[in-house]
């Protein structure tokens, strides 16, 4: 029987924050309640404690002056509420029992002066005992009363909560869904919208919470806008750019195609070689564009010594420089020159630098690049050339792609110090096109600020 392949967990549905947050606030109620109704019923406790003890007290105190029948009769049954609990006894200093209280308990005679709890047919009592010179008076009440009592106290207290809890509920519910209405709002507002369109998210009324967030996404949302804007440019431009090569191959096949001696086929070939080796350097400076182009910051950085990365790629270009008969010259002692960046797109910089100066320096002029630290803690490398130089008003276009100077002979792509302004963006960097001092010809330098 054939294995069967483990489905991947599910994904846990999405926590909902208006449900958390109304849970939290319905506990929050509830924990309230309860907290009131305990403090409540402690208080009320202790409040009945300190009342029925002081009623206690001034009904032994009123029985000192007289007899207790005449004196109890209609004052304690018909007394605030606990009263009817009481249990009153009068007792002579020899022990007889001048007067008790309707009741079927008997308080033990002999007590601690002053208030106590007692035991009397098996019920715990609150007594509180007065001993005058011929008398002592016992007035108790049962603890379980006393109880009661606090109970009903806190039960009346907490019971209004109670019976607002579902009113509380959809309280909670309406503040809660009027909070988090921004929330919902934006969560429409881009479920509304088009792919292509990333204009950024009203920010005016949001609460102080949310528009932080809302100002990161415009960020994003810029960010992206640009990248769009820059892929569909560099899709239309490399479209256009690689339709002109094409066609010449094709032209170049059907000469081909056509020859009908042995020299001719030679030179329809050496054409064709010719205009493949011009398509595929046009799609590798395309993909180079790809790869470099953008203001990201560079994913991977090193300390790098553009001294050591100059002459490195000088060395790779003297056999270039030696066909077209142009002087290389380079910071071959320099000291390091170190910054933080890629070496493989800083080689990139170096390469398309040097091979756009070779490609406008005429057979036995000089092609040369410096190194230098720059003002403060900065960097500067510059390639320079004898060659005719850029006019000052081209100087600014020759940074973009495909972008040739009228006149200008050879197939480039236009591309080469597109590449180098990419880089050099995505290294912090700026990129200054002027006249060289030394040489006569153009001046590319790079320039890095101070860290």
Same mark, same amino acid.
């Given at each position: 029987?054939? #294995?069967?392949?483990? &489905?991947?967990?599910?994904?846990?549905?999405?926590?909902?924050?208006?449900a958390?947050?109304?849970?939290?606030?319905?506990?929050?109620?509830?924990?309230?309640?309860?907290?009131?109704?305990?403090?409540?019923?402690? #208080?009320?406790?202790?409040?009945?404690?300190?009342?029925?003890?002081?009623?206690?007290?001034?009904?032994?105190?009123?029985?000192?002056?007289?007899?207790?029948?005449?004196?109890l009769?209609?004052?304690?049954?018909?007394?605030?509420p606990?009263?009817?609990?009481? %249990?009153?006894?009068?007792?002579?200093?020899?022990?007889?029992?001048?007067?008790?209280s309707?009741?079927?308990?008997?308080?033990?005679?002999?007590?601690?002066?002053?208030?106590?709890?007692?035991?009397?047919?098996?019920e715990?009592?609150?007594v509180?005992?007065?001993?005058?010179?011929?008398?002592?008076?016992?007035?108790?009440?049962?603890?379980?009363?006393?109880?009661?009592?606090?109970?009903?106290?806190?039960?009346?207290?907490?019971?209004?909560?109670? @019976?607002?809890a579902?009113?509380?509920?959809l309280?909670?519910?309406?503040?809660?869904?009027?909070?988090?209405?921004?929330?919902?709002?934006?969560?429409?507002?881009?479920?509304?919208r088009?792919?292509?369109?990333?204009?950024?998210?009203?920010?005016?009324g949001?609460?102080?919470?949310?528009?932080?967030?809302?100002?990161?996404m415009?960020?994003?949302?810029?960010?992206?806008?640009?990248?769009w804007?820059?892929?569909?440019?560099?899709?239309?431009?490399?479209?256009?750019?690689?339709?002109?090569? @094409?066609?010449?191959?094709?032209?170049?096949?059907?000469?081909?195609?056509?020859?009908?001696?042995?020299?001719?086929?030679?030179?329809?070939?050496?054409?064709?070689?010719?205009?493949?080796?011009?398509?595929?350097?046009?799609?590798?400076?395309?993909?180079?564009?790809? &790869?470099?182009?953008?203001? !990201?910051?560079?994913?991977?950085?090193?300390?790098?010594?553009?001294?050591?990365?100059?002459?490195?790629?000088l060395?790779?270009?003297?056999?270039?420089?030696?066909?077209?008969?142009?002087?290389?010259?380079?910071?071959?002692?320099?000291?390091?020159?170190?910054?933080?960046?890629?070496?493989?797109?800083l080689?990139?910089?170096?390469?398309?630098?040097?091979?756009?100066?070779l490609?406008?320096?005429? #057979?036995?002029?000089?092609?040369?690049?410096?190194?230098?630290?720059?003002?403060?803690?900065? #960097?500067?490398?510059?390639?320079?050339?004898? !060659?005719?130089g %850029?006019?000052?008003?081209?100087?600014?276009?020759? @940074?973009?792609?495909?972008?040739?100077?009228p006149?200008?002979?050879?197939?480039?792509?236009? @591309?080469?110090?597109?590449?180098?302004?990419?880089?050099?963006? &995505?290294?912090?960097?700026?990129?200054?096109?002027?006249?060289?001092?030394?040489?006569?010809?153009?001046?590319?330098?790079?320039?890095?600020?101070?860290?």
């Amino acid at each position: 029987m054939a #294995a069967t392949t483990p &489905r991947p967990a599910a994904d846990p549905p999405a926590r909902s924050l208006r449900a958390r947050l109304t849970l939290l606030l319905l506990l929050a109620v509830l924990v309230t309640a309860l907290a009131q109704g305990v403090i409540t019923w402690r #208080a009320a406790r202790a409040e009945i404690e300190s009342v029925f003890d002081a009623q206690m007290e001034r009904i032994a105190l009123s029985l000192t002056g007289g007899l207790a029948s005449s004196v109890l009769e209609g004052s304690v049954i018909d007394g605030p509420p606990g009263t009817q609990e009481l %249990i009153i006894q009068v007792w002579r200093a020899d022990g007889i029992m001048l007067y008790r209280s309707p009741s079927a308990r008997l308080l033990p005679p002999q007590a601690v002066i002053g208030f106590s709890d007692v035991q009397a047919a098996g019920e715990p009592y609150r007594v509180y005992t007065l001993e005058t010179a011929t008398q002592v008076i016992q007035v108790a009440q049962a603890v379980s009363a006393r109880r009661r009592m606090a109970g009903q106290l806190a039960l009346r207290a907490v019971l209004p909560v109670a @019976l607002l809890a579902p009113v509380l509920m959809l309280i909670v519910g309406w503040v809660v869904g009027r909070a988090l209405a921004p929330v919902q709002q934006l969560r429409r507002q881009l479920a509304a919208r088009r792919a292509d369109e990333l204009a950024p998210l009203p920010v005016a009324g949001l609460p102080a919470e949310v528009a932080p967030l809302v100002a990161e996404m415009n960020g994003l949302l810029a960010r992206l806008e640009a990248a769009w804007q820059q892929l569909s440019d560099f899709t239309a431009d490399a479209a256009h750019e690689l339709r002109s090569p @094409l066609a010449a191959l094709r032209l170049q096949v059907q000469g081909l195609q056509r020859a009908d001696t042995d020299e001719a086929r030679q030179l329809a070939t050496d054409r064709l070689l010719a205009g493949v080796d011009r398509a595929t350097r046009l799609v590798e400076q395309l993909l180079a564009l790809a &790869r470099h182009d953008g203001n !990201g910051a560079a994913s991977a950085t090193a300390p790098v010594d553009l001294a050591a990365l100059a002459r490195r790629a000088l060395h790779d270009a003297t056999s270039e420089a030696q066909a077209r008969q142009i002087e290389l010259r380079g910071p071959d002692a320099a000291a390091p020159v170190m910054i933080q960046g890629q070496a493989d797109a800083l080689a990139v910089l170096l390469r398309n630098l040097i091979d756009n100066a070779l490609k406008h320096t005429p #057979a036995g002029g000089v092609v040369q690049v410096s190194v230098r630290h720059g003002e403060g803690a900065g #960097a500067e490398l510059a390639v320079e050339d004898s !060659g005719p130089g %850029i006019a000052p008003e081209d100087r600014q276009r020759v @940074l973009d792609r495909f972008y040739r100077v009228p006149g200008t002979p050879g197939h480039g792509s236009g @591309l080469g110090l597109a590449i180098v302004q990419a880089v050099a963006r &995505r290294h912090g960097a700026r990129v200054e096109v002027g006249e060289s001092a030394g040489l006569g010809g153009a001046r590319v330098g790079v320039v890095w600020p101070v860290a």
